[in-house]
């Protein structure tokens, strides 16, 4: 059952893979899934000619995901942390208000924040593909408040004894004991936001502000659906995330097991 429910999984990469290898004729007159013969990377190579540019949009995506993870990720644990252990007015009540916006869709916002960031001039900027989603989302926010509730009071405690305060007690007690929620955390965030398409093609549809998934479905429409130019681009969107995973995977089973236990 692992193995089938694994070649379910692999199933999609492997076809990308393969047929990035192969040239339009092959696809058009093989298998999906049998080997490239000859194997090209042509389609590779195209990508970052002067006809496609796809440079553009790797180095917009990484900036936007580096811009829009740092924010999440210390905003996230700051408000984690100061719902988790501060002593408050209103701290539950702030809480829960917050985390009751996880039952508003996405894609419900669109059209105001749309309406916000054109009135402010953002359209067509690295602004307004970040500002909207700068700050910690309540995903996050929940997931860290009730790691950090887990642990034993006691530590903190101890720290405040020896005269720490709060950031320190943050930055020396919290932080190095939930390494494998914040690792899973990262990876969840990074993911979300490389694979972000609706947003980025409402607000930014100018090519040079395409980001990976918009430049990659352009090319099913306006070059006629070369489907070995589409998975060359998809796997180049997928290796720094499988990369991401194997360094993190360590991690993540163990925050899976934190979890359960």
């Not at 692992?2 to 893979?17: E, H, N, R």
């Not at 339009?24 to 540019?53: G, I, K």
């Not at 995506?61 to 002593?87: C, D, E």
């Not at 702030?94 to 359209?123: C, D, E, K, N």
């Given at each position: 059952?692992?193995?089938?429910?694994?070649?379910?999984?692999?199933?999609?990469?492997?076809?990308?893979?393969?047929?990035?290898?192969?040239?339009?004729?092959?696809?058009?007159?093989?298998?999906?899934?049998?080997l490239p013969d000859p194997v090209t990377f042509?389609?590779?190579?195209?990508?970052?000619?002067?006809?496609?540019?796809?440079?553009?949009?790797?180095?917009?995506?990484?900036?936007?995901?580096?811009?829009?993870?740092?924010?999440?990720?210390?905003?996230?644990?700051?408000?984690?942390?100061?719902?988790?252990?501060?002593?408050?007015?209103?701290?539950?009540?702030?809480?829960?208000?917050?985390?009751?916006?996880?039952?508003?869709?996405?894609?419900?916002?669109?059209?105001?924040?749309?309406?916000?960031?054109?009135s402010a001039g953002l359209r067509n900027t690295?602004?307004?593909l970040v500002v909207p989603f700068l700050l910690?989302?309540?995903?996050?926010?929940?997931?860290?408040?009730?790691?950090?509730?887990?642990?034993?009071?006691?530590?903190?405690?101890?720290?405040?004894?020896?005269?720490?305060?709060?950031?320190?007690?943050?930055?020396?007690?919290?932080?190095?004991?939930?390494?494998?929620?914040?690792?899973?955390?990262?990876?969840?965030?990074?993911?979300?936001?490389?694979?972000?398409?609706?947003?980025?093609?409402?607000?930014?549809?100018?090519?040079?502000?395409?980001?990976?998934?918009?430049?990659?479905?352009?090319?099913?429409?306006?070059?006629?659906?070369?489907?070995?130019?589409?998975?060359?681009?998809?796997?180049?969107?997928?290796?720094?995330?499988?990369?991401?995973?194997?360094?993190?995977?360590?991690?993540?089973?163990?925050?899976?097991?934190?979890?359960?236990?």
């Amino acid at each position: 059952m692992l193995i089938a429910g694994a070649g379910l999984v692999v199933g999609p990469f492997v076809f990308s893979v393969l047929t990035a290898m192969k040239t339009p004729r092959q696809f058009s007159t093989t298998v999906p899934l049998s080997l490239p013969d000859p194997v090209t990377f042509e389609n590779f190579t195209a990508l970052f000619t002067d006809a496609y540019d796809f440079v553009v949009p790797i180095a917009v995506t990484a900036q936007m995901v580096a811009v829009l993870v740092a924010g999440q990720m210390i905003s996230s644990v700051l408000a984690a942390y100061a719902f988790a252990t501060l002593r408050f007015p209103g701290r539950d009540a702030l809480f829960w208000t917050y985390l009751a916006t996880l039952m508003i869709p996405a894609v419900v916002t669109i059209i105001p924040l749309y309406s916000m960031l054109t009135s402010a001039g953002l359209r067509n900027t690295f602004a307004g593909l970040v500002v909207p989603f700068l700050l910690g989302s309540p995903y996050a926010i929940f997931l860290l408040r009730e790691n950090f509730r887990s642990l034993p009071t006691e530590l903190l405690d101890a720290a405040t004894i020896d005269g720490a305060g709060a950031l320190r007690r943050l930055w020396y007690v919290m932080l190095p004991l939930n390494r494998p929620i914040l690792a899973t955390l990262l990876l969840i965030t990074v993911v979300t936001q490389w694979n972000s398409f609706i947003w980025p093609s409402v607000i930014a549809p100018a090519p040079e502000w395409n980001v990976m998934t918009v430049a990659t479905a352009s090319l099913q429409t306006q070059y006629s659906g070369n489907w070995t130019l589409v998975m060359a681009a998809t796997t180049i969107a997928l290796a720094p995330l499988v990369i991401l995973f194997v360094v993190f995977q360590r991690q993540i089973t163990r925050s899976i097991g934190i979890g359960l236990r």
